[in-house]
């Protein structure tokens, strides 16, 4: 599907639109001006060693004269030039959603911000798809806000990025580290929902004092790890129990520092239980299945929780999200709210879920807020079912998940600053203000009596909607 905007005469012009993802291929006509220079004014690529940007260690940046040297060159003489490319595709579709110029289809698939200028930090990744490391992610995000005071402009950042791995609260170190960011500088913060809705990846309920709760996990075959995070308050006590699938089981479980150990049919478990943190009220108990062979032994494993002295009674489970496990693999009564992936669960980001804009229908795989977790998420939905978008090559594939919905809003704030902060109409128009516009000017989606709700927040995104009448 196409965006065309334009109305109101705004184009994201003295906006930056900053991505932390898997890189760009600077190449694409998207991404050009007029005269084949580039709309990319640094790019920093973690994955290459040699001339990090200053106060950082790794990595090489590149500035916008390198970039427009090797483009003068050609790709072969270029790309030796600047070595930098996007292996996966994906920051290339996520950049050219929020901000590409559409130039390679004549306009037809412009992005959103299309003259803002670019901003990008390709994060250091172990291998192609892989999920890197969270340091990374919040160097990104650093980089780019620290380039934006420089420059004195107005910066949109876009984490098309989830994981699993965390308490889902907003109260992780990267939660809290994008919090205390977002309230510097003239700044918005996107980012996607994950694609967990439809999975068997999470579960949950509430455990009463004397009473015992069956957490069943189907484990499929040929599954080399897995490991469960079960998350509770720490003023909770429970003893917890394991089952493997033959029937042999272990526990009660008890708190101590460092590793427990298990041996059960022919797999491993290895234990740990956490403290709560400086910044965290949670307590994670976290197993990891290791196989004495090659495989996890398959079957129905049992996760048995019994109240000893209960206060909220709370727990929540997750597996690991970004399809690292086998189908097959997942809970018997999987719980589809609460299945945000984080860092979609900070409170001052714009957390963004997708819809299905040719049916006008909420996209099922779309990651869900939850009553249960205490920020209300997500924010509002976008398109994100078969979008056109930029791929390495100079050409266009269809690309669907709610990294790509998130640009869509990522350029849309970019306009919103533009409207309020270039063209004078509001300087404080960033932050906080941008989320409570665009949740004001969201549009309500089918088939949902009330607004907010835990799937598409408060409606889809309408940037004309959202920009307000003076």
């Known amino acids: 599907r196409t965006v065309q905007t334009g109305r109101n005469g705004l184009t994201g012009k003295g906006i930056l639109t900053g991505v932390v993802d898997s890189g760009v291929d600077y190449f694409h006509p998207d991404f050009r001006n007029a005269d084949g220079s580039s709309r990319i004014l640094r790019l920093w690529d973690q994955s290459i060693q040699?001339?990090?940007?200053?106060?950082?260690?790794?990595?090489?940046?590149?500035?916008?004269?390198?970039?427009?040297?090797?483009?003068?060159?050609?790709?072969?003489?270029?790309?030796?030039?600047?070595?930098?490319?996007?292996?996966s595709g994906h920051g290339t579709a996520v950049f050219g959603i929020a901000a590409g110029n559409g130039r390679a289809s004549g306009g037809v698939n412009r992005g959103v911000a299309y003259e803002s200028d670019l901003l990008v930090v390709k994060m250091g990744i172990p291998k192609e798809n892989s999920f890197p490391r969270t340091t990374e992610l919040i160097q990104g995000i650093d980089y780019l806000m620290r380039k934006a005071l420089e420059m004195n402009r107005p910066l949109v950042i876009n984490l098309s990025f989830g994981n699993n791995y965390g308490s889902h609260r907003g109260d992780s170190l990267l939660e809290n580290y994008i919090d205390t960011v977002a309230a510097m500088g003239r700044t918005v913060i996107v980012t996607g929902t994950g694609n967990n809705g439809s999975q068997p990846w999470h579960a949950g309920g509430i455990l009463q004092q004397g009473k015992t709760e069956e957490i069943q996990l189907a484990v499929g075959v040929f599954e080399p790890t897995l490991n469960v995070q079960l998350w509770k308050d720490y003023e909770d006590e429970m003893e917890i129990y394991l089952e493997s699938p033959s029937g042999e089981r272990i526990g009660p479980l008890y708190e101590r520092l460092g590793p427990q150990r298990h041996l059960l049919e022919n797999t491993e478990l290895l234990i740990y239980y956490g403290k709560p943190g400086p910044y965290?009220?949670?307590?994670?108990?976290?197993?990891?299945?290791?196989?004495?062979?090659?495989?996890v032994d398959s079957g129905v494993w049992k996760v048995l929780l019994s109240g000893k002295r209960v206060r909220s009674g709370q727990y929540f489970l997750w597996l690991p999200g970004g399809n690292v496990l086998?189908?097959?693999?997942?809970?018997?009564?999987?719980?589809?709210?609460?299945?945000?992936?984080?860092?979609?669960?900070?409170?001052?980001?714009?957390?963004?879920?997708?819809?299905?804009?040719?049916?006008?229908?909420?996209?099922?795989?779309?990651?869900?807020?939850?009553?249960?977790?205490?920020?209300?998420k997500p924010d509002l939905a976008a398109p994100g079912v078969s979008i056109s978008a930029p791929v390495p090559g100079g050409s266009y594939a269809t690309v669907t998940g709610?990294?790509?919905?998130?640009?869509?809003?990522?350029?849309?704030?970019?306009?919103?600053?533009?409207?309020?902060?270039?063209?004078?109409?509001?300087?404080?128009?960033?932050?906080?203000?941008?989320?409570?516009?665009?949740r004001r000017g969201?549009?309500?989606?089918?088939?949902f009596d009330e607004h907010p709700n835990e799937e598409v927040g408060y409606g889809a995104l309408c940037t004309a909607q959202s920009i307000p009448k003076v």
């Not at 790794?58 to 003489?77: C, H, M, R, W």
């Open 402 to 438: 709610t990294s790509f919905a998130a640009p869509f809003v990522s350029g849309s704030a970019a306009l919103l600053m533009e409207w309020g902060i270039v063209k004078g109409n509001d300087p404080f128009l960033y932050g906080e203000k941008v989320k409570a516009y665009l």
């Open 280 to 295: 965290q009220l949670s307590q994670e108990i976290y197993i990891d299945f290791i196989p004495e062979g090659n495989y």
């Open 442 to 447: 969201a549009k309500k989606v089918p088939g």
């Open 50 to 87: 040699g001339n990090p940007p200053q106060g950082y260690v790794t990595g090489t940046e590149y500035t916008k004269e390198q970039i427009d040297e090797a483009l003068a060159l050609g790709e072969n003489q270029g790309r030796r030039l600047v070595p930098s490319v996007d292996i």
């Open 326 to 376: 086998n189908r097959g693999t997942g809970f018997y009564s999987p719980r589809a709210v609460g299945t945000l992936t984080i860092p979609s669960t900070a409170g001052k980001v714009i957390s963004v879920g997708a819809y299905d804009s040719r049916q006008n229908a909420y996209a099922d795989f779309s990651g869900r807020g939850s009553q249960f977790l205490p920020i209300r």
